[in-house]
């Protein structure tokens, strides 16, 4: 695929998880529109999962595709207005990802 088609794939891919977000309850940036750490140009996968990063004692919640590519994160917060936020997804039918993500650091 061609960088700037797998880019804009990506970039819809990416805004529809951030919709999901903000849906949910919170603000959301973008991540990735590529798949992190491949030698073509491939967009993030089509599917939704999410994932909760802890640091201390905030948390942010990470919408990525199958194989744990980023797309969409929120602010972090607290641990309550993250569990408001997994269940509003799980709500939704949107299933936990158990893998390691890939995102920029």
Avoid: H
Avoid at 53 to 67: G, M, N, T, Y
């Amino acid at each position: 695929m061609r960088y700037l088609d797998a880019i804009k794939q990506g970039k819809d891919r990416v805004r529809e998880s951030m919709r999901i977000l903000n849906e949910s309850g919170s603000l959301s940036y973008p991540l990735l529109f590529l798949k992190f750490g491949k030698a073509d140009f491939e967009p993030v996968g089509e599917e939704n999962l999410y994932s909760v990063l802890e640091d201390r004692d905030k948390r942010a919640v990470v919408i990525c595709d199958s194989e744990g590519n980023a797309k969409a994160i929120t602010p972090w917060m607290e641990e309550e207005k993250t569990n408001q936020i997994v269940r509003s997804l799980v709500s939704l039918g949107i299933e936990r990802y158990k893998g390691t993500l890939k995102m920029p650091r």
